[in-house]
């Protein structure tokens, strides 16, 4: 029972991923044929689009009162940005060299956002205000603080999604509009069926294998919701761009951590039950970052031994999550 939940549970997290890219593609063509501006629903929504499928699990796992599973997956999607991703696209491509100052301000921005609702939970619980203090958080950080940031990972979007040629399963999409409005909501019902029963799924197989239902989200499905950021990773890099490889990872953390977790926790406050998993996940993420910004902070670069060690560390977070 429980590997037939697994096995259902990885292809409903590919059909999210799916459906994220179809919604992404869609939005990218009619904002270009309706000519919407370029940083209200080019940049901002197209740069969100490896965030689309945690956060309509999110969204989805609120509404049906199991808040717990976002946390969860949010936390565990982004240690896997940071150790699993990261690093192993790094190790298979070989070294990745980073130009630029923006590391000074975009991997600070994105350690604050991540660790920020680890703060806010102190008490136990993550309430409706924490929620719109995340969300503010995020606001500020797509509206203003870092616009340059999105427009870079939206202009790289519109070479085509990452997901998109990842898997293609979907014929050529037509460009007239009618029919992508058409994809559009196909996109949007596919994202909250799949989410829904990725949610209903986690919460069977919590009950059944006696596992709670954070510890699903932090490695289960996690894993399945970062396959965007990984295919987006090997994209940018193949494409010479190691910047989009660093800004994509950092900024979906930043996506993840706030604006994630802070619809989730608006639409059903968050108390935090499986409170041993959650700091040691939580400590986890800190060492982890913490390591991945002083490799590359030290040389602007990424060495194939040193995502090799960000692999270790996620290997290591797995096996002592389930001893």
């Known amino acids: 029972m429980v590997p037939a939940l697994i096995i259902l549970l990885i292809a409903f997290s590919l059909l999210l991923i799916k459906s994220a890219d179809l919604l992404v593609v869609s939005l990218r063509r009619l904002s270009r044929q309706t000519k919407t501006g370029v940083f209200a629903l080019s940049a901002l929504l197209l740069a969100l689009g490896t965030s689309f499928p945690e956060l309509f699990v999110g969204i989805t796992s609120a509404i049906e009162k199991a808040p717990n599973l976002s946390l969860g997956v949010v936390l565990g999607s982004n240690i896997a940005n940071i150790s699993l991703v990261a690093g192993l696209t790094a190790f298979i491509t070989g070294r990745v060299v980073v130009q630029g100052d923006f590391l000074k301000r975009d991997v600070l921005i994105a350690f604050i956002a991540g660790i920020l609702p680890i703060l806010l939970v102190l008490d136990g619980k993550l309430g409706r205000v924490d929620g719109l203090i995340l969300m503010a958080a995020y606001g500020a950080y797509a509206t203003s603080l870092f616009r340059g940031r999105y427009l870079e990972i939206a202009g790289a979007h519109k070479k085509e999604s990452f997901v998109y040629r990842f898997v293609r399963q979907f014929n050529h999409i ?3 509009k009618t029919k992508e409005f058409g994809r559009l909501f196909i996109g949007i019902a596919l994202l909250l069926f799949s989410a829904d029963m990725i949610v209903k799924l986690s919460t069977k197989l919590a009950t059944i294998a006696d596992i709670p239902i954070f510890v699903i989200g932090l490695i289960v499905i996690a894993v399945g919701t970062s396959l ?41 406050p968050i108390e935090v039950k499986a409170l041993e998993e959650y700091i040691f996940a939580a400590i986890t993420f800190i060492v ?28 290591f977070f797995v096996v002592m999550t389930f001893i």
């Open 228 to 268: 965007p950021e990984l295919a987006f990773s090997f994209r940018s890099l193949k494409d010479h761009e190691p910047s989009m490889f660093f800004g994509n990872l950092l900024g979906s953390t930043i996506a993840n951590s706030t604006l994630v977790v802070g619809a989730t926790s608006f639409i059903h």
């Open 174 to 176: 037509n460009s007239k």
């Open 288 to 315: 982890v970052f913490l390591s991945y910004w002083l490799f590359i902070r030290t040389k602007h670069r990424l060495d194939r031994w040193e995502a090799a060690l960000l692999v270790l560390f996620y290997v």
